[in-house]
C-alpha cells in the first residue's frame, strides 16, 4: 500500500489522463478558430498550428472548473491571455450554433478556464437573457464561470447580476455565489462591491487623454458616469472628433477604440454604482476614514460621483460635521473653506448623509452651495423628500393609508431599484407582494391587488396596496408583528417614499 500510494504521488501529473479519451465534436474546427498567439521572445507573435488547438481543446474535454488538466497551464503561461479567450470564446459561439449539446458541455466551461475581462463583458449580458429563453440551469453556470474568470470586472458583473436582474432565481444564486467569494476574501458584500468598481484606465486626475498627435482630448463624467468629452481648452464637446488629415491615423485608431471602451464599460456600470451610493445613505452605511479615502476620493472613477455628493463624519451614529469632495479633489465644508478629514484613531467613520440627519441651517447652506457651483447630484440627496408616521400610526404593525392609491403596476415593478424583492411567484407566475429588508432583522411587506404575472405586466396594468406591514425577518404568522415605530425615522421615511411616490393611476 505504501509503494502504491508513492507511486501515486510521484506521477506526472500531465500522464494523468482517462483511459479512453474523449473524441473531439465536429463543431469543432481547428483550422477555423482563433489561433492562440505565443507570448515574448522570437516566438512572439506566432500563432498555434492547428493541430496544437486540437490538442488545446482536448485538454478542456478532460477538464472541469474544479480540476482543470495541469496541461492547460502551461498553455496560459506560453500564451498571451487576450488570445486564449478569443479561442475559448469562439469554441463557445460554435458549441451555441451547433445546439449546444450537453455532452459537450466543456466547450462552454472553457470560458471560466481560459476567459478574461472582455469575456465576461460579453457573457453577462447572455446570463441575463438564458432564464427567460427556458436555460436557468445555463444561466447558473455562467455564474460559476463569471467567479471563476475571477477579475475584478468578471465579479463586478457578477454583483450586477446579484443587484438587479428579471428573474429573481437567478439574482439569489448570483447573490450567493458573490457571497461565497466576499467570505473567502474576508469580506461582507459590501465591502467586496467596494473593491470591485474598475478604474476604466483612468489617470490619477480621474481622467483618460485621448490622444490625436496634434490634438488632445480628455474624458470626465457627469453626474450619472456618462462619458463627456473635452477639448485642450476645457470646452465640452459633442462627442470624440472625427479624425483630420493632420492627425496621427494610429494613435487616432488606438484612442476612439478606447473611446468606444470606456463608453461601454462606463454604461454597464453607472446606474448600478449610482444605485449603490442611494442604497448606502438609505441603510446608513459607514466607511472607516481610511477606506473613504481609498474608494472616494483616490479611485480615479468613483471621485466623480464622490465630488456631487455631501458627506458627513460620524462618531458612532452622531452626525459631526459635512463636507463635500472638491473639483481638485480636496475638501471643503459649507463655507467652502478647506477641511481635513479626522485621523483614524479618532474613531469617526464616513457615510453620506441623508436630509433628516442635517440641521436645516446646514442644509440650506449645502443647497445654496451646490446650485451656485450648478452641481448636479447622481441621486436626489439634498432636495430628498421626507415623510413620518402620523401618531396613530407609530403603534401599528400594518399600515393601511395607501390602500385607496391606484398605482401603475410597471411602477411597483420598479420597486426592485429601490431594495425591495418580489414575493416567491405562485401558479402561473402570480406574484402578490413585495418586500424590502431593513436593518438587519426587520422586513416591510407590501400587498399587491390584485397582484400581476410575472413578465406580463399588462395582464393587470394596475394595483391597489391594501397593507404595508412590519415584521421580525423571517417570520410568517402574525407572532413576528412589529410597530413601525421599530423602524428609523430614516427607514420610516425612505418606506414611505418609495410608495408614495409610485406612479398613480385613475380608474
Known amino acids: 500500500m505504501p509503494a502504491a500510494l508513492e507511486a501515486l504521488l510521484s506521477a506526472d501529473p500531465l500522464l494523468v489522463l482517462p483511459g479512453k479519451m474523449p473524441k473531439l465534436p465536429d ?4 483550422a477555423a478558430l482563433r489561433r492562440p498567439e505565443l507570448l515574448g521572445g522570437v ?3 506566432l500563432t498555434l498550428p492547428p493541430q496544437a488547438v486540437a490538442h488545446i481543446a482536448s485538454m478542456l474535454t478532460i477538464s472541469s472548473m474544479d480540476a482543470p488538466y495541469p496541461g492547460l497551464q502551461i498553455v496560459k503561461d506560453s500564451c498571451t491571455p487576450a488570445s486564449l479567450a ?4 469562439q469554441l463557445f459561439d460554435a458549441w451555441t450554433t451547433a445546439g449546444s449539446p450537453s455532452k459537450e458541455s466543456w466547450a462552454f466551461t472553457a470560458l471560466g478556464l481560459l476567459g478574461d475581462d472582455e469575456t465576461a463583458r460579453r457573457l453577462a449580458p447572455r446570463i441575463r437573457q438564458w432564464p427567460g429563453e427556458s436555460a436557468h440551469a445555463r444561466a447558473v453556470t455562467g455564474l460559476d464561470l463569471l467567479a471563476a474568470i475571477g477579475t475584478d470586472v468578471a465579479l463586478m458583473h ?3 447580476i446579484a443587484g438587479k436582474v428579471k428573474f429573481k432565481a437567478l439574482q439569489e444564486r448570483a447573490k450567493e455565489k458573490i457571497n461565497l467569494v466576499a467570505q473567502a476574501r474576508g469580506f461582507t458584500a459590501d465591502e467586496l462591491a467596494d473593491r470591485l468598481v474598475p478604474d476604466l484606465g483612468l489617470d490619477d486626475s480621474g481622467t483618460l487623454v485621448l490622444d490625436f498627435g496634434p490634438r488632445q482630448f480628455f474624458v470626465g463624467f457627469d453626474e450619472a458616469l456618462k462619458p463627456l468629452v473635452k477639448d485642450a481648452q476645457g470646452a465640452r464637446l459633442k462627442d470624440l472628433p472625427k479624425p483630420l488629415k493632420t492627425d496621427d491615423t494610429a494613435l487616432t485608431e488606438l484612442a476612439t477604440t478606447s473611446y468606444k471602451q470606456i463608453k461601454k464599460d462606463a454604461k454597464a456600470i453607472a446606474s448600478q454604482q449610482v444605485n449603490r451610493l442611494e442604497m448606502a445613505m438609505v441603510a446608513r452605511r459607514r466607511w472607516p476614514v481610511a477606506d473613504f ?5 483616490e479611485h480615479p472613477l468613483m471621485r466623480h460621483l464622490a465630488s456631487r455628493l455631501v458627506w458627513g463624519v460620524y462618531a458612532g451614529e452622531q452626525l459631526v460635521c459635512n463636507f463635500r469632495v472638491a473639483e481638485d479633489w480636496s475638501l471643503a465644508d459649507a463655507q467652502d473653506t478647506l477641511y481635513a478629514l479626522p485621523e483614524q484613531t479618532e474613531g469617526c467613520s464616513i ?3 441623508h436630509v ?9 447652506a449645502w443647497g445654496q452651495l451646490f446650485a451656485d457651483y450648478e452641481i448636479l447630484q447622481p441621486f436626489k440627496q439634498l432636495g430628498r423628500e421626507t415623510y413620518s408616521l402620523a401618531p396613530e400610526e407609530q403603534g401599528l404593525s400594518v399600515l393601511t393609508r395607501f390602500k385607496d392609491k391606484q398605482v401603475a403596476t410597471g411602477s411597483v415593478m420598479g420597486l426592485v431599484n429601490r431594495g425591495w424583492e418580489r414575493g416567491q411567484a405562485q401558479d402561473g407566475g402570480w406574484v402578490g407582494e413585495f418586500s424590502r ?3 438587519t432583522d426587520l422586513e416591510v411587506s407590501l400587498q399587491l391587488d390584485p397582484g400581476t404575472i410575472v413578465g406580463d405586466m399588462s395582464y393587470e396594468p394596475k394595483q391597489r396596496l391594501p397593507a404595508v406591514t412590519l415584521r421580525q425577518r423571517g417570520t410568517y404568522d402574525q407572532t413576528g408583528f412589529l410597530p413601525f415605530a421599530r423602524l428609523h425615522p430614516i427607514g420610516v421615511s425612505e418606506v414611505l417614499r418609495d410608495l408614495e411616490l409610485l406612479a398613480v393611476v385613475k380608474d
Open 437 to 439: 429588508t431593513v436593518g
Open 351 to 353: 457615510g453620506i448623509s
Open 356 to 364: 433628516l440627519e442635517m440641521p436645516p441651517q446646514s442644509l440650506d
Open 27 to 30: 463543431f469543432l474546427v481547428p
Open 158 to 160: 457578477l454583483n450586477a
Open 43 to 45: 516566438s512572439k507573435g
Open 293 to 297: 479615502s481609498l474608494f472616494f476620493i
Open 86 to 89: 478569443e479561442f475559448a470564446w
